[in-house]
Nanobody
Framework: VQLQASGGGLVQAGGSLRLSCVAS????????RAWFRQAPGKEREFVAA????????YYSDSVKGRFTITRDNAKNTLYLQMNSLKPEDTAVYYC??????????????????WGQGTLVTVSS
């Protein structure tokens, strides 16, 4: 079972990037899939999640209105469209899959599957 994240890079503030996370080894169509990020010296923090069973999406307050999480179950791929990027968005972005209850969607420890991370750097 593997999650492979890609799409990171260097972008100027105000720019956009789209991250992708391809799953292999099993089908995650019934899971909740999410994006987390970790900046240097900081704890891993929740960014966004997509719950398959209800189609519900969740966002952190810091990215709401700028980032959009989508999924293509036929391709077993999760996406994160990031617009209006800010320097404080600079971090390694990780995709994850798990089965959290609603109140735990934002808790990294609940997710059992993780990708290797992709670095996003936003210059000012």
């Amino acid at each position: 079972v593997q999650l492979q994240a890609s799409g990171g890079g260097l972008v100027q503030a105000g720019g956009s990037l789209r991250l992708s996370c391809v799953a292999s080894g099993r089908t995650f169509s019934t899971y909740t899939r999410a994006w987390f990020r970790q900046a240097p010296g900081k704890e891993r923090e929740f960014v966004a999640a997509s719950r398959w069973s209800s189609g519900t999406t969740y966002y952190s307050d810091s990215v709401k209105g700028r980032f959009t999480i989508t999924r293509d179950n036929a391709k077993n791929t999760l996406y994160l469209q990031m617009n209006s990027l800010k320097p404080e968005d600079t971090a390694v972005y990780y995709c994850a899959a798990g089965t959290p209850i609603t109140s735990a969607v934002r808790v990294p420890a609940i997710y059992g599957y993780w990708g290797q991370g992709t670095l996003v750097t936003v210059s000012s």
